[in-house]
């Protein structure tokens, strides 16, 4: 499911930050002997390539169309041209047989994952027409318009040999959905690696002291991901809601009972203060242009922190709705994977383990603190606590249930060589009773069980919080990890 129907906020600055601006590098192979020798080849493999273009543009619509490159020349010309428009990745349509020496120069120069695209441009040859011919030079000019099999492992063996990685993609030109999905979640992957490229990254306050499986190496965050990381005070949220207005804390107020089911034991002080700090959220995230967020406070000795993070739920599931997850616990790894899920498009909720049912065999996950409202069963509930169980404050919290249905499960894992991972498992989301206890909570059920599947997932060392989000995404991932470079470990 791709949640494009993002909730509303009122404040134009908090707009979704996940516009990618991923480029698209695009070029076939050929040699330019054949074009004396074979009379129209060149122009059939142009056409053919773009359709791939055009295809492509289909799903991504910056394609950098290189044309042909049939010689060394044009690979260098075309290396250059790549790296100057900075594309993000390249696609190869080996459209007949080419030399090694045109291809190399190209993704060499640009340093950038390379997909080779191996397409027929037919199901098959028509062998009866084909062998009908007459002329032996158009008979093999024709069969040269099939030859994209031939340069393959020319090509392969030439990038294994000088360090290049690449990944292949086998199929047919036209009518074959398997490969164009396939060719469809390299793309989605690399928009979400260009994301995540620029994304903007929020620190607020600290970390939960004791919680060690969370702490991370700011810097391999950085290394993995790219992306830039804004370490926040909870003063400057604290100071932004006091220039918070009386029409913008009605307007907030407004917005919560159409987005929400307020339930009516909500006092309405505690909802006035959560409005104030959604209002003074957004202008925060404006101010320092934030694509996601971690916070926790421990609050004490100010009251104004501490009133700022007790009313912080309801602004937060705003903003992860609307493209700008928000990880609760200063969880920093989870804050990164729920903007990793939430740019494919599924969501990325806030989720830990809450309890295990062995009699359906199901794994009870969720979490207090903010949602991702837009991929909740029905309409999130509002709820007074007078406790936020571990932390200080009280206030109104959400009550939601993730969609039923297919779900992925996507942790980032610190190793203990300092590394990331990424693990993923699926998932569904299915219906029964859970606790109404003010806090998001689902029932997940795995095919291998829910005694294997938490054995399984443990064993990785995954921190105890994990994204959540709907749909089975685990292949995109897969293919995310590729261009990151990162392992990816799947639990089935």
């Known amino acids: 499911m791709n949640i494009q129907n993002k909730l509303a906020i009122t404040n134009d600055n908090t707009a979704n930050q996940t516009n990618s601006n991923l480029k698209i590098g695009l070029f076939g192979i050929g040699l330019d002997t054949y074009w004396t020798q074979f009379e129209g080849l060149e122009q059939r493999l142009t056409g053919y390539l773009s359709q791939v273009e055009n295809k492509l543009a289909a799903i991504h619509p910056n394609i950098i169309n290189a044309g042909l490159v049939d010689n060394a020349d044009k690979a260098f010309d075309t290396g250059r041209m790549f790296k100057q428009q900075d594309v993000d990745l390249i696609f190869l349509?080996?459209?007949?047989?080419?030399?090694?020496?045109?291809?190399?120069?190209?993704?060499?120069?640009?340093?950038?994952?390379?997909?080779?695209?191996?397409?027929?441009?037919?199901?098959?040859?028509?062998?009866?027409?084909?062998?009908?011919?007459?002329?032996?030079?158009?008979?093999?000019?024709?069969?040269?318009?099939?030859?994209?099999?031939?340069?393959?492992?020319?090509?392969?063996?030439?990038?294994?040999?000088?360090?290049?990685?690449?990944?292949?993609?086998?199929?047919?030109?036209?009518?074959?959905?398997?490969?164009?999905?396939?060719?469809?979640?390299?793309?989605?992957?690399?928009?979400?690696?260009?994301?995540?490229?620029?994304?903007?990254?929020?620190?607020?306050?600290?970390?939960?002291?004791?919680?060690?499986?969370?702490?991370?190496?700011?810097?391999?965050?950085?290394?993995?991901?790219?992306?830039?990381?804004?370490l926040l005070e909870v003063e400057e949220l604290a100071s932004l809601r006091k220039q918070v207005t009386d029409k913008e804390i009605t307007d907030r107020l407004h917005l919560f009972q159409e987005t929400f089911d307020v339930q009516e034991d909500c006092p309405v002080e505690e909802l006035e203060k959560a409005a104030i700090t959604s209002v003074a959220l957004d202008k925060l995230v404006a101010i320092h242009k934030l694509g996601s967020m971690a916070y926790y406070y421990k609050g004490t000795g100010n009251a104004e922190n501490e009133e700022a993070i007790a009313s912080i739920i309801l602004g937060n599931s705003l903003l992860t709705a609307n493209g700008i997850p928000v990880a609760g616990e200063y969880e920093i790894k989870n804050a990164q994977a729920m903007k990793i899920m939430d740019t494919f498009g599924v969501g990325g909720s806030f989720t830990e383990y809450y309890a295990m049912d062995f009699k359906d065999d199901v794994v009870l996950m969720g979490h207090d603190g903010p949602g991702h409202i837009a991929i909740a069963e029905g309409k999130t509930k509002v709820r007074p606590l007078g406790v936020y169980h571990g932390k200080v404050g009280k206030g109104v919290s959400v009550e939601m249930s993730v969609k039923n249905g297919p779900v992925t499960l996507l942790s980032v894992v610190e190793k203990a060589n300092g590394k990331l991972m990424l693990l993923v498992a699926e998932a569904e989301s299915v219906p029964g009773p859970i606790l109404q206890i003010g806090n998001t909570n689902s029932r997940y059920k795995f095919k291998i069980g829910a005694r294997q599947f938490v054995n399984n997932w443990n064993s990785h060392g995954p921190a105890h919080h994990c994204a959540v989000g709907v749909g089975h995404i685990s292949s995109k991932i897969e293919k995310l990890g590729a261009l990151l470079n990162m392992e990816v470990v799947k639990v089935g």
């Not at 000088?162 to 993609?169: A, L, M, R, T």
Request: glycine share 6%; aromatic share 12%.
């Open 93 to 230: 349509y080996v459209t007949t047989y080419a030399l090694s020496s045109t291809v190399l120069p190209v993704v060499q120069r640009a340093k950038v994952p390379v997909i080779i695209l191996n397409l027929a441009p037919e199901e098959s040859i028509d062998y009866a027409s084909f062998n009908a011919m007459t002329d032996r030079t158009k008979m093999t000019g024709e069969w040269l318009a099939y030859c994209s099999p031939c340069p393959v492992p020319e090509i392969a063996n030439v990038f294994n040999r000088v360090g290049i990685k690449f990944h292949q993609i086998t199929g047919i030109l036209n009518n074959d959905e398997e490969c164009w999905n396939e060719i469809t979640e390299w793309v989605e992957a690399a928009k979400v690696a260009n994301t995540m490229l620029y994304n903007r990254l929020g620190c607020m306050g600290h970390y939960y002291s004791g919680m060690l499986d969370i702490y991370t190496d700011l810097t391999q965050q950085y290394s993995h991901f790219g992306g830039h990381i804004e």
